[in-house]
């Protein structure tokens, strides 16, 4: 398929521990975008990607977040020291470019659960 | 920080029903998005309006866009149970603000539409 690509789709993990969540976006697209997700709830902001550079971090919820992208794709989040507040639904998306309006195509997600 | 306030936060009706939801705001927004997530995969964007009292129709699906661009609408008529699922709104930033496309979404409505 052509669409935005998140694995994996669930990840269990024990509080303390660290986690990767990685976004593949749709092919071409420059801009892409991490969002969380707590259940049934709106998304939440975290970063912003333009290429490889990160102009947006400021939805970061704290240093223990942080997210990379190679080569103008693969995005990885990573969440360090995972504490219980972390569990949720995160999102990956992305858009043609990073235009205002711009339609942003999401992924299935990851849901993490931090016990 | 521009907020989005979306209510009903719940919404459960008998098929053949009409329905509104409302996305406001005191912030301005350039443009507003419409999306349907369903469980387990990412929000799907339905609609963009873009213009102050812009009104789009998608089948029994009717958004609007408020003339300040503050706030808008979503009306379904004759409510069927796959309408079933998570309705999101989500502005992009008006005048002033940044000029990619991060998105403020709405906490969103979660309708049950039975048969």
């Known amino acids: 398929g052509a669409g935005v690509s998140q694995s994996p789709s669930n990840k269990v993990t024990e509080k303390g521990k660290d986690v990767e969540l990685r976004c593949d976006p749709i092919s071409g697209h420059t801009a892409l975008y991490w969002y969380r997700q707590s259940l049934g709830q709106g998304l939440e902001f975290l970063i912003y990607f333009q290429g490889n550079s990160a102009p947006d971090k400021s939805g970061l919820p704290s240093d223990r977040f942080s997210a990379e992208r190679t080569g103008g794709s693969v995005s990885t989040l990573t969440i360090q020291r995972t504490q219980q507040e972390d569990s949720a639904v995160y999102l990956c998306a992305s858009s043609l470019v990073g235009t205002s309006g711009g339609e942003q195509f999401f992924g299935p997600g990851t849901r993490l659960t931090v016990l | ?115």
């Open chain 2, 1 to 115: 920080t521009q907020l989005l306030e979306q209510s009903p936060q719940f919404l459960s009706i008998q098929e053949g029903e009409n329905l509104t939801v409302y996305c406001n705001s005191s912030s301005v927004f350039s443009s507003l998005q419409w999306y349907r997530q369903e469980p387990g995969e990412g929000p799907v964007l339905l609609v963009t309006v873009v213009t102050g009292g812009e009104v789009k129709k998608l089948k029994r699906l009717t958004f609007q866009f408020g003339d300040a661009r503050k706030d808008s609408s979503l009306h379904i008529t004759a409510a069927q149970p796959g309408d079933t699922g998570l309705y999101l709104c989500a502005g992009a930033p008006g005048a002033g603000g940044t000029s990619y496309g991060k998105l403020t979404f709405g906490q969103g409505t979660i309708l049950t539409v039975h048969p």
